[in-house]
């Protein structure tokens, strides 16, 4: 069965980065658009963008252009979002979620980002 | 970027009722919709694509329409499995963006 498996939760100090990882199984990894998705407490769903694991290609909205960077690793099955200049305004839950291409068909349990000092 | 707008952004309904969930593109979206479903510390799951199609495993009750900028998601004889947030999503351009959801609650 499809399964997306996201890293742990992150504490991170403002102006750092942080790097979260989505490993996928069950089917072929390379052959699927991957999305990334931010929920922040109590608000809605924002895109982020996605990678093509089979050849890198990516997509951004360009409000997380120099925020976010999207890569995947073929041998692992796993994709990967960098977040750089770390604010409060990126505490968020992130989702990693594959487009079937109509919608968002799995999704990974989420990776609860706190920026704090 | 389109503009999702949702409503209502709350609902209170009984079990058995039906209930209807709205949303407006801010252009024509060419039924490029989805609907989703969010429980509290889950993610989100699929319910409708293409605002009409059922997605794999989605009980019938759950049905989708609309065309061009107005769509809607209904739900018949609502259960207490219903009880979550909802929200649609284009994906007709980028962006891909999402209406700021409906919470579901039991009167």
């Known amino acids: 069965q499809v399964q997306l498996q996201q890293s742990g939760a992150e504490l991170v100090k403002p102006g750092s980065s942080v790097k979260i990882s989505c490993k996928a199984s069950g089917y072929t990894f390379t052959s699927y658009d991957m999305h990334w998705i931010k929920q922040q407490p109590g608000n809605g769903l924002e895109w982020i963008g996605w990678?093509?694991?089979?050849?890198?290609?990516?997509k951004y909205n360009q409000k997380f252009n120099g925020k976010a960077t999207l890569t995947a690793d073929k041998s692992s099955s796993t994709a990967y979002m960098q977040l750089s200049s770390l604010t409060s305004e990126d505490s968020a839950v992130y989702f990693c979620a594959r487009e079937d291409p109509q919608g968002f068909d799995y999704w990974g349990q989420g990776v609860m980002v706190t920026v704090s000092s | 970027d389109i503009q999702m707008t949702q409503s209502p952004a709350s609902l209170s309904a009984s079990l058995g009722e039906t209930v209807t969930i709205e949303c407006r593109a801010s252009?024509?979206?060419?039924?490029?919709l989805a609907w989703y479903q969010q429980k509290p510390g889950n993610s989100p799951q699929l319910l409708i694509y293409?605002?009409?199609s059922l997605a794999d495993g989605v009980p019938s009750r759950f049905s989708g329409s609309g065309s061009g900028t107005q769509y809607s998601l209904k739900i018949n004889s609502l259960q207490s499995e219903d009880v979550a947030s909802y929200f649609c999503q284009q994906y007709n351009n980028y962006p891909y963006t999402f209406g700021a959801g409906t919470k579901l609650e039991l009167k």
């Open positions: 293409d605002a009409n």
């Open positions: 990678i093509y694991p089979g050849n890198g290609n990516t």
């Open positions: 252009e024509d979206i060419y039924s490029n």
